[in-house]
């Protein structure tokens, strides 16, 4: 059982940037691809990026690739998302996510992943 927990989301500028934190609980974390999606109101929940389990892997979204950045630290169970030159249209909640497969797959589908976190609001003002 892994338990996520994000943070660092707020109001920004159109420009600025933010870093969102994902805490995870549980002694198989290193063992887990860590992805995040994001949801805006009245769309479906979308794919921004996922790191395998040892970091040496990352694959993004073409809307948010060089821009967002994701890295991990599997002695701390924690993933980050580094968000730069942020848009309105980056405005979302935020979700970090858990694929339990070890099999070194970069899934981007919302629906392969089994633990997710409470999600944090993301809101860039133009």
């Known amino acids: 059982q892994v338990q996520l927990v994000e943070s660092g989301g707020g109001l920004v500028q159109a420009g600025g940037s933010l870093r969102l934190s994902c805490a995870a609980s549980?002694?198989?974390?290193?063992?887990?691809?860590m992805g995040w999606f994001r949801q805006a109101p009245g769309k479906e929940r979308e794919f921004v990026g996922v790191?395998?389990?040892?970091?040496?892997?990352?694959y993004y979204a073409d809307s948010v690739n060089g821009r967002f950045t994701i890295s991990r630290d599997n002695a701390k169970n924690t993933v980050h998302l580094e968000m730069n030159s942020l848009t309105p249209e980056d405005t979302a909640v935020y979700y970090c996510a858990a694929d339990r497969r070890t099999d070194s797959i970069l899934r981007t589908r919302w629906y392969y992943y089994e633990y997710w976190g409470q999600g944090t609001q993301v809101t860039v003002s133009s």
């Open positions: 549980g002694r198989t974390f290193s063992n887990y691809a």
């Open positions: 790191i395998n389990w040892n970091g040496r892997n990352v």
